[in-house]
């Protein structure tokens, strides 16, 4: 027997949150759903913060700039590349990436496969 049919709905007004996000940095909304295969989080950055320089091994990342802009340094060499609202990114995995808020803040959803859960297994 299966159960119910998955029923697509509207999670969230991205830029009422955003525009609620003035202050701190940090996760403003985030996917929550049961069954889900996807991960994603709405963050704010207040002017100047920035999140450091990383790479993500195992997944790609989708980016969208709700509002705000600033910058995403990556390993290629040259100027950083501008954010700004509507802005779309794709980020490999294993790319180097850094992002930092401009003079407004930077408010963007996050988008990847969802990582699976931790499990317990029998030792051998």
């Known amino acids: 027997m ?7 709905q509207v999670l969230a007004d991205a830029r009422a949150l955003a525009a609620d996000a003035a202050g701190a940095t940090g996760v403003r909304w985030k996917l929550a759903e049961s069954g889900r295969q996807l991960d994603a989080n ?3 950055l207040a002017p100047g913060e920035h999140i ?9 990342v989708l980016v969208l700039v709700v ?10 060499p040259g100027e950083p590349h501008t954010l700004a609202e509507g802005s779309l990114v794709w980020l ?6 850094s992002i930092t808020a401009g003079d407004t803040g930077l408010d963007y ?4 496969r969802r990582r699976p859960g931790m499990q317990i297994r029998p030792s051998r």
């Open 2 to 8: 299966t159960g119910p049919e998955p029923v697509a």
């Open 92 to 97: 490999p995995h294993g790319s180097t990436r």
């Open 42 to 44: 709405l963050v704010h």
């Open 67 to 76: 509002s705000g802009g600033g910058l995403l340094a990556t390993a290629e």
């Open 109 to 112: 959803l996050t988008v990847h």
């Open 52 to 60: 450091a320089t990383h790479a993500e091994p195992d997944l790609d």
